[in-house]
Every structure is written in C-alpha cells, then in structure tokens.
C-alpha cells in the first residue's frame, strides 16, 4: 500500500526477491531468470574442482565464486517537500546519485562466456536475479511517479542492490594422487577477479518519520534526507528541497569513482609500457605448440602488426615455430612462464590496447617485466605433452577459432569448448 509506510515499486527485467526486508520493499514477483544465466549456471554447476577432466579440458576454464556482498544502494535521489493542497501524484525528476556498472576483471563489456557463466553463478548462489549482461544504471530514465497522500519532506529515489566479490577459476591439469599415479582433475587455477552486477531498480519515496527495515534500499534513501536538521523542521515550497547528506554522498561516490578510474588508466599504461628485462632465465632446449596429430602449430609474426598463426614448419621458417620456456616458476602443479621466441627474438604476449577484448589476437614484443607476457601451462598426465596456455593478465585461455593455416591464435575467456585450445608441446 501507498500510507505511512511507503513501499518501492519494481521496474525492470530482473529483480532481488529474498529476505524480508525485499518482500516489504518491492511491489511485484521476480521475473525469471535470464535464460543465458541459467545455462551458465547449469554449466558451471557440473564442474567442481577435484572431479575428473580430459584432456580435451586443458584449454578451458570455469569461474566460482569466493566472496559476495550484498548493498542496498541508492542510484538516484531528490529531496522532496509536499504541502498541504499538493498531495497526489507528482512527476519528480530525480538526480543522478551513484552509477553500478557491471564489470567481470578486466572485461566491462561482458563478451564472454565466462563473465556470463560467473555473473551466473553469483546469482544462484545468492539467490538474486542479477545483470548478467553489461549494463549500467546510468542509463535509466531518472523519473519517478509517485503519489503523496499525506504532506511531509520526502526523499524520492531509485535504487538497487548492489553486488560485489571475488571469483576465483577451475582449470584443468595434471594431480598426483595418493597412490602415486596421476589424474587430470579440475583443480583452482591462479586467476582471480572482481566482478559487479546489481538488482533491477526499484523506485518508491520515505519521509523521514517512516518505519523502515534496516539495511533497504529504503532505508539507506531515508539516510540522504537531512532528518533531525533545522532545515527539514522548517516549512518549505512544495517540490524540490535541497539535501547537504545527498549532496556529500554524491560528492564521495564520485571521488571513489573518479580514483577507480584513475588507478584503471595507470595500470593500463603500466600493462602498455613494460618495463625492459635485463636478461631472460630460459630452460634449455625449444618447443614447437602444435595441434595435436597435426602438422599446423604457433609461428611467431616476422611483422610487428601481425600475430602468431597456425603455420606449417618448413625450411623457411627460420625458427620462428621455435618457443623456449623463461624465467619459469611451479606453483601447485602450474607452470608459469615467458614464451620467447627463437626467431624473432621476442616474448608471446597480448597486446595492451586490446587485453579486455574477447578473441584478442596474441603477438610477440620485446621481452618485458609485464604479465600480458606471463603464461600459465596446464599439463596431461606424465607421457602426454597435451597442454592448455592461459594468459596471467587477462585470465584468458589461448585457443583458435578453426583448424585452418594462417589462422591467429586468440585469447578466449572460458577457452574453446570444442578442446581447439588444447596443444601440443614437443621438443626440437
């Protein structure tokens, strides 16, 4: 009901529909869930780390959840004051408080299956009908209707419930087992990430005097107003009333906004600007990655604009099919390494400018202190050389889209499905 105490409306595809404080806060049923969330999570639910994978699975990855918190938070807001003669509905235009945009690590456009199935699985394990595509609450209409019935200082505003955390990944690769023998089995990779998403908005208005339940996206729009001050004591013209709690508020979520920001672009020219090495630590002995049974494998580019393609080895290739494993390290199992190569003389890596990218081609560069160039090797059981490669920055396994000569390598979020981003890793 529209009295004394005023309840939200839900508008929107997607809503949070759990605890009691929701079921007094929102006016209408949670939709269903996204269907390309309930596939993803269907995914991600028949995969858990220590069950058996193949060999097919080294050049995949899926996401689990570690952490999640939940925030009621207000993403739009306006002071409000109605007098006696102007109750009944009004049109109030609303001001811009704070803006969620969804984001899973590196990638705010939401292009791959492993953001999907991560944002996903966020939902199913809260129990919240989240965003599972890029989206922001910027882009929705700041005006709300509402309907007064009794004079009071109002706040009007929409809002959200804001969710956070940290994901972690399941890769596939080799693990000893008790009796000695060795199993392929899921286990947790060396990504991690932050994501966020949010709740579809809900729109409603509270005066200061209104019983509401704590930790709401009600109560935290009653928190804006300057209840208790002398200025909500005095009588004002009915329509808009400034508030000095909303306009700190907003000032401090645009400082916050405005640092992320800055921090984002300094590691983006960081990642584009690698500090020079001084000299690599390669073990003895080169590589070919090949396809398994097949004569294509990865040749580096002779051009500084091309990137590393399916070839076939030939007199020619002046050992630019040539890879030597730098400055490794072994951490539970995981090889991580440099990729130099033999024939130009340069390190694997993805470019800089186009990191956050799905399907960003891999290259090679002069050799650097930068994670774009550090690769993470998923390894068969011993006898096989079937390996999978995720890059250490962008979390992405490398894979190709077809079997094809001149095909580019590329960096896909969850790995090729069809086992392409599996290879083969044999000595020369």
Not at 15 to 34: I, N, W
Request: proline share 4%; hydrophobic share 35%.
């Amino acid at each position: 009901m529209r009295g004394k105490n005023l309840v939200g409306r839900i508008r929107g595809s997607v809503t949070a529909a759990v605890g009691a404080a929701a079921a007094l806060s929102t006016m209408g049923l949670a939709g269903a869930q996204p269907a390309a969330a309930q596939s993803a999570t269907a995914e991600a639910s028949a995969v858990a780390a220590g069950q058996a994978c193949t060999a097919a699975d080294l050049g995949k990855r899926h996401p689990f959840i570690k952490t999640s918190e939940v925030t009621p938070t207000v993403t739009h807001f306006k002071g409000w004051y109605v007098t006696q003669g102007t109750t009944g509905s009004h049109s109030v235009t609303t001001s811009t408080q704070t803006t969620i945009s969804v984001s899973v690590g590196l990638n705010a456009n939401i292009q791959g299956s492993f953001a999907v199935e991560a944002l996903g699985s966020v939902g199913a394990a809260l129990g919240l009908n989240v965003q599972v595509d890029y989206s922001s609450t910027s882009s929705v209409s700041d005006t709300v209707n509402w309907s007064f019935y009794q004079p009071g200082y109002y706040g009007v505003y929409k809002g959200t419930k804001k969710v956070t955390g940290t994901y972690g990944s399941l890769n596939c690769n080799r693990v000893q087992q008790n009796d000695g023998r060795w199993a392929l089995k899921w286990i947790e990779g060396a990504d991690t990430g932050t994501y966020t998403t949010y709740t579809a908005l809900e729109e409603g208005a509270v005066r200061c005097e209104d019983k509401v339940p704590a930790n709401s996206i009600m109560a935290k729009a009653q928190g804006l107003l300057d209840c208790g001050s002398p200025a909500a004591a005095t009588k004002h013209p009915a329509g808009p009333v400034p508030s000095a709690k909303a306009d700190q508020a907003k000032h401090d979520a645009d400082s916050a906004a405005t640092a992320a920001q800055a921090a984002q672009s300094m590691k983006a020219t960081q990642a584009a600007k690698p500090a020079p090495r001084a000299a690599l630590d390669c073990r003895p002995g080169a590589y070919k990655i090949d396809v398994p049974g097949k004569p294509l494998n990865w040749s580096a580019p002779l051009l500084a604009n091309d990137g590393i393609r399916l070839r076939e080895s030939t007199f020619f290739s002046a050992h630019l099919d040539n890879w030597r494993l730098c400055n490794v390290t072994e951490t539970n199992g995981v090889i991580e390494a440099s990729l130099w190569n033999w024939g130009n003389g340069g390190c694997a890596t993805v470019p800089a400018d186009i990191a956050n990218q799905e399907q960003a081609y891999l290259t090679t560069a002069a050799c650097g202190e930068d994670d774009l160039q550090r690769f993470y090797i998923y390894r068969d059981v011993p006898g096989s050389s079937k390996i999978g490669v995720q890059n250490k920055y962008t979390g992405s396994m490398m894979g190709h889209d077809r079997y094809a000569d001149g095909e580019l390598i590329r960096q896909y979020s969850s790995g090729r499905q069809d086992g392409t981003g599996t290879y083969t890793m044999t000595a020369v």
